[in-house]
Structure formats: structure tokens, C-alpha cells
């Protein structure tokens, strides 16, 4: 039976034991092992969905629209239908008898609209799923969607967010009075009087502009429905396949005990393989209605169109500040552009409510107002990609360094003198998230020392003497890893708990069962680090089995939100703990010794201090699973425990401070990352390879965010960055070496993990954005800034 409560005793590497006394061996946490998953990764051998193939398996397409707000007067696949290799051609009329509507759940102030896994009476993006097209390979599929005639009356477009809210808009949805999809305000302390005791208000918009994840893998699926025994499953590209089982049952009526998610390897998510996509449930339902398998894989242009966006944020944010520069109040009107369709599961309320929670951060704001909006517009969905929050960083890191100039501030100090202090904690942020063992106002110092801050400015001075522009960013934060207890329900969710289950073979080998669902994060190796030191056994007996949703335990978030190196590892030390409990128990009783004198070294039991006599793991667990009659009094056969692991108190709380150096070329508006460091606090690292991979990997997205990528929409609707033309990436050579300094601050739980998988794409920002505004010495308040706009800045465009 699982039990759920805290582990019952620390982990204690300090002193080289376990919790129990044991002594350990060779410790692997903290250790940087190679990935248990680089081998078939890197030789090919990797199990991609798209490697999915089956016995009489069909290829689906999808009709999309190319107009973005129309009436759908009709949808004609006659000429379709009759042409080589084609199958089927499904249209919305099609899949009413299979697929419910999809309707959003949420908090008070958001609305639901109804609307369809295909599009019905009206289109609302360009790249929207109109039909979808099955046939005997992909090629053919694609060919037919070129045959389908759609018969769209135009609509005018919704293009923006501000002017989506303008009276007499055009509305998305019939059903709703106006465009808004969700609205609530929040106030916290005595705002009013913050701001009238003011010594001075700095007032700003802060606009975040529109991009994508894009995963190397787009997203996918093989759907195989068995007629006779009514049996589903589901090989997704996706990281949170329980969720996904949930939706699909829900929408297309299957049971759940008769249907099966299972992903294998997934080449990153990044917010959009962590929803359920309506083309998900277009080939589930395709493949019940036709009784053969269908696969989809998304093409690289799809994927740009339609397969999730994100960041399209803008804050108007006053500050009232004291005369040293001290935070007196916030009053935040925050404005998200949503796009045309809520995402199932996630309300889109999540994104308002998480920016409004964490934007007080690891600041003292007595005072906060926070007004939320999110917007329908004619664009495609708003997805989680990585630090969904990441806006409330941008703009309050910006404003720190306006607030510091407006009042001649060194904007360092400026933090220095709003940043909580040790001498603080515990306490609460305004908003309510209790704050424990804040290490931020050391990462601060360590960077500042670091990146060589004091002595800056006499080198940006000497530079411009030379005509040369430099400048350097500071960009400091806690970001929630997972967050303390109190964490989720403020956002509107319960994710107090996770479970594992940890299982010895017969032959001494170990499965571990996590409901994580890795997606590059590399699981398959810190899960394994965690539960071989616990056991004492090696690394190479250690597999893990994640992502099916018929044998791992339920969790509907997967793999997301920087939890599972608290929460996955929490749950599986806490199953290995009781396993090994289970193994020295009846080591005890072979070697005739107290259990207190039993250490499990090398994949062997004995008696501490000597090597001999001994029992392998292997004897243990043959003795246990096929002797049952000669276990301890009160073991029942095998050796197998199941944990629910619980947020800890006392932190939770990943933090770092990123420092930019940047160069700007006056003639041609090119910046240049000229240097970059980062100090970061995740607690205990279970692999700082990973970790270090980690931090480098988000830091490249957030330089690309700033410089190069932009979901480009035209006034008229129509998306403009449909291939990667238009839609920029950064490679190898426009990221710089990145320099990571480490503070391990004192555990506060027995798992002083935490995760570290979104810092990067928070910091690096806000990082850029303040360098290249000190290079070009401009109160710059938009985080896009490609060399044609720093030109516009510099007043250098013609």
C-alpha cells in the first residue's frame, strides 16, 4: 500500500552515510555520469514516434485554413476521396458522432467557449484543422489535401489583443459578449496608500512579443484501435501522457481501462506536446472509425502555424518608489494575447494567475495591484513553453534598471536594497507563496564579482571613446521548483504529491516506475543516480520505465513546471528507501546480523566493516520472490515498494542572478554577446552535467527569443514566419560560452533537489534586453529587438 508522508529520514551525504548509518560506497549523486539515454541517442538507435510503424498502418494530413476568421460555408472532399491511395477524408459532419465538443475548466472570471476537434461553422487561424485526410502513405494524403475545395467566407480579422478589446471588435465566438477569455483583479495590501505616500511613480509598458518552442521533433502520433476488443492505444510525441489518456477517453468516449498512451523517446516539448492537441484526437477518432492504424507526424511549417505559441504578453506596470529607490507598490495591468482556442487541459487563466503570483518575486512589495486580461485573437493556441511566467521577470528586471536611473541609482544597489535578506526567512511574498532559505542576494553578489561589474563602467566609457557600444545586464530571480507547498493552490491547482514504485527482480536487477515523462531532460540517468546510491547497487541494474500509461502511476502534469527533480526524485529515493529496508531485513536474517549492521555495498549485503560473508541483491530478491515461506515475520513475498512523495516545506525555490556583456554595431544594429554568466542555486545537483546542460540549453532559447525569433502575424491575420526563413534560430555560433557558477545552499529537506530546467529561458531576457539597452544608453521596453529595430532605437534607420 502507498503511504503518503515525508521521508522518513534524511538523505545525508554530508557524512558519506545513509539515513539509516550505513556508510556509502562510491556516491552518485552529485556525480556527473554519462546518460544512461546518450548511447541509443547518439547512434541512432533512438525511438522516436515517427519510428512507430504497424501492420497495415495509414498516413494522415490535415486541411488547414488559410484564411484567419471566416465563416465555413462548406467543405467539399468529393474529388479527394475518389484519388489514389486515399481511404477516408473526415470533416467535422464526420467526427460529431465520435468526438464531444472540447470545453476548457477553469477559476471564476474565465470564460469556456465551446468549439470542435475540426473546425465547424467558422475558421479562427490560418493553419486551423478543417478535414483531415487519411490515405495509404503521407504523400498521397498530401495530395488529396490539395483536392479539398473549403468554401470560407471572410470575416475581419482579430490581429492584436488591444484591438480585439475595442467596442464593436469582431468576435471569435457568437456565444461571447465580447473577446475577453478571462478577467480578474486582485488587490494586496494598502495600494492606495503606497502610491500617494510616493516619492516618486516610474510608470512603464513592458510588451513581450510572440514565439514558439519549436521542438526539434514536432509534434505526432500513431493511433491502433483493436474493433474486437475496443482497445486503444496511443504512441505520442508528448510529455504528459496521462493527461492525454484522460482527454482522449473524455472527448471520443472511450474507457480509460481500455486505452493506452505510451511515448517512447521525444525530441523536447517546450509547452507544446504538453497539451492535447485537436489533432491528437483527429487520429485517434480516425483510426476508431476506419479500424487501421493512422499516423500524423506535423511538418516543420504546421508546427510554426499551428502547433502552439507563446510569450505574447504586455505589462503596464506603475511603481511607486521611495526616495532610495525602495518599492513601495505595484499596480500591474497585464494583457495576454491567447489566440483563437483555450488549450485543453490548461486554462488559460493559468498564465495571467502565474505572472501575477511570482512577479512580486524575491522582492519586498508591501503593496500590489494586479489586474489580469487574457484576449481572444485570430491566432494560433497559447501553450506553457518553458517559464510560461517568464514576462513578470522581463518587466520587473527592466523597470529595476528604469526605477535606477530615473533616481540615479546604481541599479545593482537598487536590487541590493529590495532583494529579501537571509536575515528575513522565513516569510511570504504580498501574493502569499511562503519564502524560505532565499540564497538570491548572494547569487546577485557572486555574479556582480563575477562578470567584473565594478570596474564596467570605465570600459564602457573607454569604448565609446572609440566609438565602440557595450554594455552589461543584470537580471536576478526565484523561480518555482516546484515552489512551496502553498504554491499550487494559488494558481488554481493540487499538486501536493507524486508517486514511484521501486521493484528488485528476481536476477537483482531494479524497475523504477515514475509518472515522469522525459522528454530530454535525463531521467533515465538522475532517477537511476538516485535509487543506485540508495540500494548500493550499479547504475547499469537500474532501469526506469516512464511514459505508458498502463504501468506508471498517474500524474497529469508529466514531466513540466521544474518539478521533478524535487517531486521524481522525491518519490523514487522515497520507494528505494523502503526497498532497501526490505533488503537489509532479510540480508539480516541470512548473515544472522542486526539489521543496524547491514550495508548494501556493490550490489552486495554484509556486515558493516567486513567484506565477507555477504549476500548479491540478486540472492536477496531470488530468496524473497520465490521463497516466500522464509521471509521475516510479516514480509509478504517480494521486494517492491510504491511511495507518495509530498512537497516539502521550507523553500522550493530555485534562484539565480544572469550577467550579459554585449557589443552593438552602430551601422548594422548586430548585438553581440560578448560574454555571459550565470549563478544559480538548485540545491543539491544530482549530475551538474545535466544541470549545466540545463541552464545552457534555456539560456539559448531566451538569446533567441530576444534576438532572432517572432511568431509574425500581419495586421491582416495572416502568419508571416511559416518556415525557418522567416522564423530565425539561433545556432552554435551566435550562442556564447556560457559561465556557470554554482551556490549549494544548506538543505532544507532531506530532497534538497530542485529543478532547473526553466531558469534559463527566464533570465536570459531579461539579461539581454537591460545590456543592450545600457549599450545604446535607451529606456528600451520591448524584449524583440533584431538588428533592424536596435537601429530604429539608435535613430540610425532610414
Known amino acids: 500500500m502507498a503511504r503518503r508522508r515525508t521521508l522518513p529520514r534524511p538523505y545525508a551525504p554530508v557524512d558519506g552515510r545513509h539515513g539509516d548509518g550505513a556508510e556509502v560506497s562510491a556516491k552518485l549523486i552529485g556525480a556527473t555520469v554519462n546518460r544512461v539515454e546518450d548511447p541509443r541517442l547518439l547512434t541512432g538507435r533512438g525511438r522516436f514516434v515517427d519510428d512507430v510503424r ?33 481511404v477516408a477524408v473526415l470533416t467535422a459532419a464526420d467526427l460529431a458522432a465520435v468526438c464531444a465538443p472540447l470545453r476548457q475548466q477553469g ?34 494524403a498530401e495530395d488529396a489535401c490539395d483536392l479539398v475545395v473549403v468554401d470560407i467566407e471572410a470575416l475581419p480579422p482579430v490581429a492584436a489583443a488591444g484591438p480585439a478589446l475595442d467596442d464593436g471588435a469582431p468576435r471569435l465566438y457568437d456565444e461571447l459578449p465580447d473577446n475577453l477569455a478571462y478577467a480578474r483583479d486582485f488587490d494586496y495590501g494598502d495600494v492606495e496608500a503606497a502610491f500617494s505616500g510616493a516619492f516618486r511613480v516610474v510608470q512603464h509598458t513592458f510588451r513581450q512579443h510572440r514565439y514558439a518552442g519549436v521542438p526539434m521533433e514536432t509534434r505526432g502520433g500513431v493511433a491502433d484501435y483493436d474493433p474486437s476488443s475496443r482497445e486503444l492505444v496511443y504512441h505520442a510525441a508528448h510529455k504528459a501522457p496521462h493527461s492525454l489518456r484522460l482527454q482522449i477517453s473524455r472527448v471520443l468516449g472511450q474507457p480509460e481501462q481500455r486505452t493506452n498512451v505510451v511515448c517512447g523517446d521525444v525530441g523536447g516539448a517546450f509547452g507544446q506536446k504538453g497539451q492535447t492537441g485537436r489533432e491528437d484526437l483527429a487520429v485517434c477518432a480516425a483510426a476508431m472509425l476506419l479500424g487501421r492504424p493512422v499516423k500524423w507526424i506535423e511538418d516543420r511549417s504546421e508546427n510554426l502555424a499551428a502547433g502552439g505559441q507563446a510569450r505574447e504578453e504586455t505589462l503596464d506596470i506603475a511603481a511607486a518608489v521611495g526616495r532610495e ?71 520587473r528586471e527592466r523597470l529595476l534598471d528604469l526605477i535606477a536611473a530615473e533616481l540615479g541609482i546604481d541599479r545593482v544597489e537598487v536590487r541590493r536594497r529590495n532583494l529579501y535578506r537571509a536575515s528575513e526567512m522565513p516569510t511570504a511574498m504580498v501574493t502569499g507563496p511562503t519564502l524560505a532559505a532565499l540564497t ?80 530530454g531532460q535525463g531521467h533515465e540517468t538522475t532517477l537511476a543516480q538516485v535509487v543506485a546510491d540508495e540500494l548500493g547497487a550499479p547504475l547499469e541494474a537500474i532501469k ?18 521544474s518539478r521533478s527533480a524535487t517531486m521524481g526524485s522525491g518519490a523514487v529515493l522515497g520507494a528505494a528507501r523502503e526497498v532497501r529496508a526490505q533488503v537489509v531485513a532479510v540480508a539480516a536474517e541470512v548473515l544472522e546480523a542486526a539489521p543496524a549492521d547491514i550495508e548494501l555495498t556493490e550490489g552486495r549485503a554484509h556486515v558493516r566493516g567486513s567484506a565477507a560473508p555477504s549476500v548479491t541483491l540478486a540472492e536477496v530478491a531470488a530468496r524473497a520472490w ?9 514480509m509478504a513475498q517480494g521486494i517492491a515498494a510504491t511511495y507518495d512523495f509530498r512537497i516539502p516545506d521550507g523553500g522550493g525555490w530555485a534562484q539565480a542572478t544572469h550577467a550579459c556583456e554585449v557589443e552593438v554595431d552602430t551601422a548594422t544594429g548586430r548585438v553581440d554577446i560578448t560574454r555571459y554568466v550565470v549563478v544559480e542555486d538548485c540545491g543539491t545537483m544530482i549530475n551538474p552535467a545535466i544541470v549545466e546542460g540545463q541552464i545552457r540549453g534555456g539560456i539559448a532559447q531566451g538569446i533567441g527569443g530576444v534576438l532572432y ?25 551566435e550562442v556564447p560560452e556560457i559561465e556557470i557558477d554554482h551556490v549549494e545552499s544548506a538543505p532544507t529537506h532531506e530532497v534538497n533537489f530542485r529543478g532547473v530546467g526553466e531558469g534559463g529561458t527566464i533570465g536570459a531576457p531579461a539579461a539581454l534586453v537591460n545590456a543592450i539597452a545600457d549599450a545604446i544608453a535607451r529606456p528600451v521596453t520591448e524584449s524583440y529587438l533584431p538588428p533592424s529595430r536596435v537601429l530604429e532605437l539608435l535613430g540610425d534607420a532610414t
Open 54 to 86: 504497424l501492420p497495415g498502418m495509414l498516413h494522415a494530413a490535415f486541411v488547414r485554413s488559410t484564411a484567419p476568421h471566416g465563416r465555413l460555408l462548406g467543405v467539399d472532399a468529393s474529388l479527394a476521396r475518389e484519388a489514389p491511395g486515399v
Open 107 to 140: 477559476p471564476p472570471g474565465l470564460r469556456t467557449p465551446e468549439y470542435h476537434v475540426l473546425a465547424t461553422d467558422r475558421v479562427r487561424f490560418v493553419g486551423d484543422p478543417v478535414a483531415i485526410v487519411v490515405a495509404e502513405s503521407r504523400y498521397l
Open 325 to 395: 529607490g525602495e518599492i513601495l507598490g505595484l499596480k500591474v495591468t497585464f494583457t495576454m494575447d491567447a489566440g483563437a482556442y483555450p488549450s485543453i487541459p490548461m486554462p488559460v487563466s493559468l498564465y495571467p494567475d502565474m505572472v501575477r503570483v511570482l512577479l512580486p518575486n524575491g522582492y519586498r512589495v508591501p503593496a500590489y495591484r494586479f489586474e489580469g486580461r487574457a484576449v481572444f485573437t485570430n491566432k494560433d493556441h497559447y501553450v506553457s513553453y518553458r517559464g510560461p511566467w517568464a514576462s513578470e521577470t522581463f518587466a
Open 440 to 519: 538570491v542576494g548572494e547569487t546577485l553578489e557572486r555574479a556582480v564579482a563575477a562578470c567584473g561589474y565594478d570596474g564596467f563602467h570605465a570600459r564602457q566609457e573607454a569604448a565609446r571613446a572609440e566609438g565602440r557600444l557595450i554594455g552589461l545586464g543584470i537580471a536576478t530571480f526565484i523561480e518555482i521548483a516546484p515552489g512551496p507547498p502553498n504554491f499550487a493552490g494559488l494558481v488554481g491547482f493540487d499538486l501536493q504529491t507524486e508517486r514511484a514504485t521501486v521493484r528488485l527482480e528476481p536476477d537483482g536487477g531494479v524497475i523504477v516506475l515514475t509518472g515522469q515523462s522525459p522528454h
Open 544 to 561: 526506469i520505465v516512464h511514459s505508458d500509461t498502463r504501468l506508471t502511476p498517474f500524474l497529469v502534469t508529466g514531466t513540466g513546471g
Open 626 to 634: 520465490l521463497m516466500p515461506s522464509s521471509l521475516p515475520a510479516g
Open 709 to 733: 525569433e517572432q511568431s509574425a502575424y500581419g495586421p491582416d491575420g495572416q502568419f508571416l514566419a511559416s518556415t525557418f526563413l522567416d522564423y530565425l534560430l539561433p545556432t552554435a555560433c
